[in-house]
């Protein structure tokens, strides 16, 4: 089983269309949760943090359920830039404060 | 943008071979990280060096070695390559010592094994 599971998608979705992600993480002892954006055959980039009492920043919504080892990304009012492929990631306790466990990704593909 | 910068951008390598990729981490971060992407996959895990010694490892086999210099920049070596090393590979630095500063990946090396 891997660490970090996501649904591939694709997920496509008009203009202005609300999309949720889920991920769900195997290692109870893991101590940060973050979603990245990555752009097609560009270096990953930190999009938000992810914490248990849940953050948003603009139209997007992070949440994290510990008891489930759920996190999940809401966007919202979707727009033709926020196509891109969405890491789920997980810092562990031990193995270097740079370790991060990533998901394979999901797709979006926001469409006209 | 991230002030991580990573050399070669590309390249390719015949089965067998050795590769250096080069890391230059941003300015005043002290722990760099390597990670192997290939296609249709996340980021995994190679190796974290801190302060010039290796602190933390993903499972990854010994021909993958690396180096961090004093200047915190590093290099990731890959020995008798395979076709399966074939990938994106990224570099992250980051300061350790505080736990909520953002960790910054530069835009990569791609390498193709043929």
């Known amino acids: 089983r891997k660490e970090v599971e996501q649904d591939p998608g694709p997920f496509n979705v008009p203009e202005g269309a609300t999309v949720a992600f889920n991920c769900t993480y195997s290692n109870s002892a893991s101590q940060s949760f973050f979603w990245y954006r990555q752009d097609c055959r560009k270096e990953p980039k930190l999009l938000m943090s992810?914490?248990?009492s849940g953050n948003e920043d603009g139209r997007f919504t992070a949440q994290l359920n510990r008891a489930s080892q759920y996190i999940s990304l809401l966007i919202r009012d979707s727009k033709l830039s926020d196509s891109a492929t969405y890491l789920c990631v997980v810092r562990p306790f031990s193995g270097g404060y740079n370790k991060l466990i990533f998901g394979a990704g999901t797709r979006l593909a926001v469409h006209p | 943008e991230t002030g991580v910068t990573q050399s070669p951008t590309h390249l390719i390598k015949t089965r067998g071979q050795q590769v250096t990729l080069r890391c230059s981490s941003q300015?005043?971060?002290?722990?760099v990280s390597w990670y192997q992407q290939a296609l249709g996959q996340g980021p995994q895990f190679i190796f974290q060096?801190?302060?010039?010694?290796?602190?933390g490892r993903g499972n990854f086999p010994p021909r993958f070695s690396g180096l961090q210099f004093p200047n915190y920049s590093s290099e990731l070596n890959v020995n008798a390559l395979e076709l399966d090393d074939s990938a994106l590979y990224l570099c992250a630095s980051s300061l350790a010592e505080n736990s909520g500063n953002t960790i910054y990946f530069g835009e990569g090396s791609w390498l193709t094994v043929v």
């Open positions: 300015s005043g971060h002290n722990t």
């Open positions: 992810v914490y248990s």
């Open positions: 060096y801190y302060r010039e010694e290796e602190n």
